[in-house]
């Protein structure tokens, strides 16, 4: 095997017995980088000398003793943490020559540990989309079909992982932006409960759903991860003061008597064949493991998506209102006066994704719109948050599909925002919910493209679904696929 294919837990093994250096495997996955980002395009900036200082380091630290699981570790993050002294974008030309005085506190959990950052990934702009098309700087393509999307909006930190451009990557999810790209690369990632990890220096899009998470090659990799990057953060006033378990315990193949809730209301027509193929026949390998399954409803469901196309833009509306041309990033060349310099600057920055929904957002924040939107959809919330709760009091999970389809092709959607928001109706309710969820590689289309498999936890309950999920892992082949560039 490559030194770039490794997961996080076997090239830990090598670098502990001194087969290979951190150099040795960031030399590798440089190369890697270098010789399939034409075809896939996973990365928008490319830190080559910071990421072999940095693994000079790691090994120095490994040479006197001092190892960690993740020292010397090749990783990647979303454009969308701030990275101190390294351009920043979030896909977006307004922050194109953004650098950060600060890191963001996940990436600073991982950088103290020794992880070396080979770079910054694309995605949606501002994580705005589900394809990864709204980037500023072109698509990402997926490593298992380039005519496809890799998902979006952390599609580049799927995409590397399915490239093996990088062992781990950190994306964000705000209403599916882990598990969906997973899903459609064939990797694993997952949204933690909000407020199990800090979201200090993430650029913000929608600050009561916004939620930093793991992407992986497999399940191990995903709870050392999730360990790292979890924890009470005093810069952040919603993460939890709670502690953090060991989520590597968590990694038993064992769901005997586990209950698992199958809602209805994801089980729709519609569902694509190969992708409910899949989910019976994870069903059945649940059950050959001793679990037990659990008709349950989750029956407001059907409002998820519009609740969150008010609330996410309502909030995207007034955290984007900071980029103006004066404080951060790009300036019109024409400014004018004052409110000429704001809007000129605001016009040339931002792509059309992020306008529609700056202006869906402004108006339903707007006054007389405040009480019959943006009020109603947070009531709606909470019914979702509660039909959640609800299923909770007779299951321990919940499993469900992560898209209605495998990747859709490049254009397919992206002159139909309507369709493209409608693609994440499976995760978005867990956002809305506030709780965590997985997604795992359950099967293959047949047109060769990955299909993942969400499993949803309680609040704080993700040893449950990393248990279930690793359960699934170790009785199935499908996280051992590799796309062939
Ligand atoms: N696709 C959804 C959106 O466009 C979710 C994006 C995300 O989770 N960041 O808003």
């Not at 060769?448 to 704080?460: D, V």
């Amino acid at each position: 095997m490559d030194l770039f294919e490794l997961t996080i837990h076997e090239l830990h093994e090598k670098l502990k017995k001194r087969e290979v250096s951190s150099v040795e495997a960031t030399k590798a996955t440089l190369a890697r980088i270098e010789a399939v980002e034409p075809k896939v395009n996973a990365f928008i900036t490319v830190t080559t000398d910071e990421a072999l200082k940095a693994a000079e380091e790691a090994d120095k630290r490994i040479a006197s003793g001092n190892i960690d699981i993740l020292t010397g570790i090749p990783v990647a993050l979303k454009d969308i943490f701030l990275t101190k002294g390294i351009r920043t974008t979030c896909a977006s030309k307004i922050l194109d020559n953004f650098v950060p005085p600060y890191d963001a506190t996940s990436w600073l959990k991982l950088k103290e540990r020794g992880a070396v950052l080979l770079g910054k990934l694309n995605q949606d702009e501002f994580a705005m989309g589900s394809s990864c098309e709204s980037s500023a700087f072109g698509p990402t393509k997926n490593p298992w079909n380039p005519d496809c999307i890799p998902g979006g909006s952390s599609g580049g930190s799927a995409a590397a992982i399915a490239a093996q451009e990088a062992v781990a990557t950190l994306g964000t999810d705000t209403g599916g932006s882990i598990r969906q790209p997973a899903s459609h690369c064939g990797c694993v990632g997952l949204k933690p409960t909000y407020g199990r990890v800090s979201r200090y220096g993430v650029i913000a899009y929608a600050s009561s759903l916004d939620q930093v998470g793991p992407m992986t090659r497999d399940v191990t990799d995903c709870a050392i991860m999730l360990g790292a990057v979890a924890g009470y953060d005093p810069l952040d006033s919603t993460s939890v003061n709670m502690p953090v378990p060991d989520y590597t315990k968590a990694l038993i193949p064992d769901v005997k008597g586990l209950k698992i809730g199958l809602p209805k209301e994801y089980y729709i027509e519609g569902l694509d064949p190969d992708v409910k193929k899949a989910l019976d026949l994870a069903i059945e390998t649940y059950r050959g493991l001793g679990a037990e399954f659990v008709d349950i409803s989750l029956p407001h469901t059907d409002y998820a998506v519009a609740t969150y196309y008010l609330i996410a833009t309502a909030e995207a509306s007034s955290n984007l209102a900071r980029y103006d041309g004066v404080r951060f990033g790009h300036r019109t060349s024409e400014p004018g006066n004052l409110i000429e310099t704001y809007s000129r600057s605001r016009d040339e920055g931002f792509g059309a994704e992020v306008k529609r929904r700056i202006m869906l957002g402004t108006y339903a924040l707007s006054s007389g719109y405040y009480d019959a939107y943006y009020i109603k959809a947070q009531k709606v919330r909470t019914l979702i948050m509660n039909d959640f709760l609800k299923a909770f009091e007779t299951v321990d999970a919940i499993l469900t599909p992560v898209a209605p389809t495998p990747a859709f092709r490049i254009g397919e959607k992206s002159s139909d925002p309507l369709q493209m928001y409608l693609s994440d109706i499976f995760t978005i309710p867990v956002n809305m919910a506030g709780t965590c969820g997985i997604s795992v590689p359950a099967g293959m289309s047949a047109s060769g493209l990955p299909i993942g498999l969400q499993l949803i936890g309680k609040p704080f309950g993700e040893e449950t679904i990393i248990r279930a999920a690793y359960a699934f892992e170790q009785a199935t082949e499908w996280h051992k696929r590799k796309a062939a560039l």
